[in-house]
């Protein structure tokens, strides 16, 4: 690996490696518009120029690469970098200068504010003049369809949402038209962004706040915010997402992008709308037995009582969830998996599988059976199964197979459904349990790839309502003698 110098810090790094990369490597975060992980780079927002030695003119560093080490010297330092110099530091307050020139000053009513790379930059870096006395460029706010908002007015041509429409999502219905200080994004004439899928997308990209989300926009201030790491249930991978919340109430979703994984720069809009589900709306769900309202004590002593239980775990929980439900089967076969939602595979560079049921291999693991929910309603039907219990959420299970669980759970003696709120199959059994959310508990995932995906905490479940790990432990418990 060549070697080379940042600030007099010598490091080694892989030959090719971005001069941008590799001064985040040595804890430097050079500042940046344009360069994105995830397209291709254009350097033209001019943000992250740094000094080389050797190098007549500033360099960017988000297109520069390292240079392999020579053969005959290959513990030679191939290249000096200063990102501290007078030179670096005018660069920078200038190009801050020319982006703020036809910026409004909106701050306020911004949404951006709080999470805007042009505030953050122009207090780190800016001069905190301008020389501009001309009037600044105005126009309207334009709908991009139903989901997303332009304000032309913030938007400093860095292009990212550009490329995004070209490069990723694949639709291009963005461009940039005009030129010098005529220049704007724009769409191409009667084309709106409500056809992309991965539409929203573009608001987490632009660096200002020139792309806005209609559904966020004048919501909230994002300082108010507090960001959870989670996982999208949304999504065949379980995309790791961020969930933002305050008054316990979700907020929205945002991509959390993981250091080296392209693929999860970016979510679909069903994934990102998909936090309102999370929302508890009136009421909190009660328990009940036989359509009436029940205890949890009262529901235990009659699953204690009835003989042999089988449990069928859906694969959208968590593995800690997946552990404690098995521990209620009465033999470990008696572990079985449902759930069969699928995914259309829309960017397979993204999304390498279409099976919906992202849990499906932490499931797996722990011993439950998937395709074999026939086998359990012939024992049930035989009476070799007296009494079930289904974890089960029915957004991710298909009309057919609500009805196969439908047929067992009328076959067998006993059923119990838990449930976050009540479905048509949940009513149907004996008894019904409400349980957290995941927004509500701590957990996590091995996805399709067999990557370990963990998701936190961010939601007060209502009093009483426990996660399905404290619920079977309460369950299984022997009862005090009275
Ligand atoms: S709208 Fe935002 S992302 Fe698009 S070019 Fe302008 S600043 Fe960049
Ligand atoms: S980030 Fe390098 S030129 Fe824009």
């Known amino acids: ?80 970098v200063f990102t501290n110099t007078p030179a670096v530091a005018d660069a920078r307050a200038g190009v801050m200068e020319f982006l703020l020139m036809n910026h409004p000053l909106d701050c306020p009513i911004c949404d951006q504010a709080g999470e ?22 105005r126009y309207r706010y334009e709908d991009l369809g139903a989901k997303i908002v332009i304000d032309k007015n913030r938007c400093i041509h860095c292009t990212r949402c550009v490329r995004f429409t070209r490069e990723i999502s694949g639709g291009g219905e963005l461009t940039v038209a005009s030129r ?103 009421q909190a769900p009660a328990p009940s037995l036989k359509g ?24 959208t929980f968590g593995c800690d969830t997946a552990q404690r439900l098995g521990e209620l089967a009465s033999t470990p076969e008696l572990r079985y998996g449902s759930g069969d939602k699928t995914i259309p595979v829309l960017l397979p560079k993204y999304q390498t599988s279409a099976d919906g049921i992202f849990n499906r291999r932490g499931f797996t ?17 035989q009476g070799a199964i007296k009494a079930l219990v289904l974890l089960h959420d029915a957004a991710f299970t298909s009309n057919k197979e609500a009805e196969l669980l ?13 449930e976050v709120e009540p479905s048509d199959l949940g009513r149907a059994a004996t008894a019904w349990l409400p349980i957290a959310s995941c927004a509500e508990e701590n957990d996590f995932i091995v996805n ?24 079977v432990k309460e369950l299984a418990a022997v009862p005090v003698p009275v």
């Not at 000094?51 to 080490?69: F, H, N, R, W």
């Not at 929910?373 to 024992?379: F, R, S």
């Not at 399709?448 to 619920?471: F, N, S």
């Open 180 to 282: 010098g200080s005529h220049l704007e994004v724009t769409t191409f004439t009667g084309k709106s962004m409500d056809q992309n899928p991965f539409a929203g997308n573009v608001v987490d990209l632009c660096p200002v706040g020139a792309l806005t989300s209609r559904d966020f926009r004048f919501k909230k201030r994002v300082w108010y915010l507090k960001s959870v790491p989670s996982i999208s249930r949304h999504s065949a991978l379980g995309n790791p997402i961020w969930m933002d919340h305050e008054g316990n109430q979700v907020h929205r979703f945002r991509p959390r992008p993981l250091e080296g994984k392209e693929t999860t720069h970016f979510i679909s809009d069903e994934e990102r709308y998909a936090y309102v589900a999370y929302n508890r709306k009136g």
């Open 448 to 471: 399709h790839d067999g990557e370990l995906r963990r998701y936190q905490k961010a939601l007060q479940a209502p009093k009483g309502i426990l996660t399905v790990p404290a619920l």
């Open 1 to 80: 690996m060549p070697t080379i110098k940042i600030n007099d810090v010598e490091l080694s790094v892989n030959t090719g490696t971005l001069v941008l990369d590799a001064c985040r490597q040595v804890g430097i975060d050079i500042p940046h518009y344009c360069y994105h992980p995830a397209l291709t780079p254009v350097a033209t927002c001019r943000m992250c120029l740094v000094d080389i030695k050797g190098q007549p003119k500033l360099a960017t560093s988000c297109t520069t690469t390292v240079p392999p080490a020579p053969k005959d010297n290959p513990d030679a330092v191939v290249m000096e």
């Open 365 to 381: 693991e722990r011993g439950f059976r998937f395709g074999t929910l026939d086998e359990l309603l012939a024992k049930v039907q």
């Open 116 to 137: 805007c790379k042009l505030q953050d930059y122009s207090y780190n870096y800016g001069s905190g003049d301008s020389r501009m006395g001309e009037v600044k460029r």
């Open 406 to 418: 439908g047929q067992i759970l009328k076959a067998a003696p006993f059923s119990l459904a838990l």
């Open 292 to 315: 009436a309202p029940a205890t949890l004590d009262a529901i235990r002593e009659v699953l204690q009582g009835v003989g042999t239980v089988a449990v069928i775990g859906q694969g």
